[in-house]
């Protein structure tokens, strides 16, 4: 019944309707909190099942990116002209600001993060470009993790850098991003990854 009124005659999706049913299902689970109890205990059996093989699978990640394009290195940040680390911390404070005035997860910055680090320590960055940069990484990271009504529009990410860059300059940066990086964005392992899945085998023994 949904699939047929979410399509118009000549047959393409109506994103409005499937958006408006998404926020309804999402409201309906939101008055039963034991179907989410439900759920959640559901994920964490999964989980506990295949803990042992999550762990090792992070572990060769990690392993197998030593010194290739997907692992960052500080010690090339270092050769930075125009950056330095006094500025990476700021950025970061910066990025943290943002993350918690959009409501994004823990995932999304810890992604947005490791993209910063990555594209720095293979590519020069003037720092007229660093926010544009960091900014951009967190866009991209917030379109992998978060769910859609939470991803920030072209509008508000110029709010937050007052408005310094343009919506063309953003969509040229995270095409420039995304190449530089080979679109490859989950080929790592995150801090957080490794610590979700310790801490789940620690409670769990």
């Given at each position: 019944?949904?699939?047929?009124?979410?399509?118009?005659?000549?047959?393409?999706?109506?994103?409005?309707?499937?958006?408006?049913?998404?926020?309804?299902?999402?409201?309906?689970?939101?008055?039963?909190?034991?179907?989410t109890m439900?759920?959640?205990?559901?994920?964490?059996?999964?989980?506990?099942?295949?803990?042992?093989?999550?762990?090792?699978?992070?572990?060769?990640?990690d392993e197998?990116?030593?010194?290739?394009?997907?692992?960052?290195?500080?010690?090339?940040?270092?050769?930075?002209?125009?950056?330095?680390?006094?500025?990476?911390?700021?950025?970061?404070?910066?990025?943290?600001?943002?993350?918690?005035?959009?409501?994004?997860?823990?995932?999304?910055?810890?992604?947005?993060?490791?993209?910063?680090?990555?594209?720095?320590?293979?590519?020069?960055?003037?720092?007229?470009?660093?926010?544009?940069?960091?900014?951009?990484?967190?866009?991209?990271?917030?379109?992998?993790?978060?769910?859609?009504?939470?991803?920030?529009?072209?509008p508000v990410?110029?709010?937050?850098?007052?408005?310094?860059?343009?919506?063309?300059?953003?969509?040229?940066?995270?095409?420039?991003?995304?190449?530089?990086?080979?679109?490859?964005?989950?080929?790592?392992?995150?801090?957080?990854?490794?610590?979700?899945?310790?801490?789940?085998?620690?409670?769990?023994?």
């Open positions: 019944m949904i699939k047929n009124n979410a399509k118009h005659l000549n047959g393409t999706v109506d994103m409005a309707f499937m958006s408006h049913v998404r926020r309804n299902v999402a409201f309906q689970k939101s008055q039963h909190p034991k179907l439900r759920e959640q205990t559901s994920h964490q059996f999964s989980v506990m099942e295949y803990s042992n093989n999550l762990l090792n699978h992070l572990i060769r990640l197998n990116n030593k010194g290739s394009l997907f692992k960052p290195s500080l010690s090339s940040f270092g050769s930075q002209p125009q950056i330095n680390q006094k500025m990476r911390s700021l950025i970061f404070d910066f990025l943290m600001c943002c993350h918690t005035r959009l409501g994004l997860s823990t995932s999304t910055l810890f992604l947005c993060f490791n993209i910063l680090d990555r594209y720095t320590s293979k590519y020069i960055v003037k720092s007229s470009d660093y926010q544009l940069l960091a900014l951009t990484a967190l866009w991209i990271s917030s379109k992998y993790w978060d769910s859609k009504n939470r991803v920030a529009s072209l990410l110029q709010n937050l850098c007052c408005k310094q860059y343009s919506v063309i300059q953003f969509k040229e940066m995270e095409m420039h991003l995304l190449k530089a990086l080979n679109w490859s964005l989950s080929q790592i392992a995150t801090p957080d990854s490794f610590i979700d899945i310790l801490l789940f085998l620690k409670d769990n023994k």
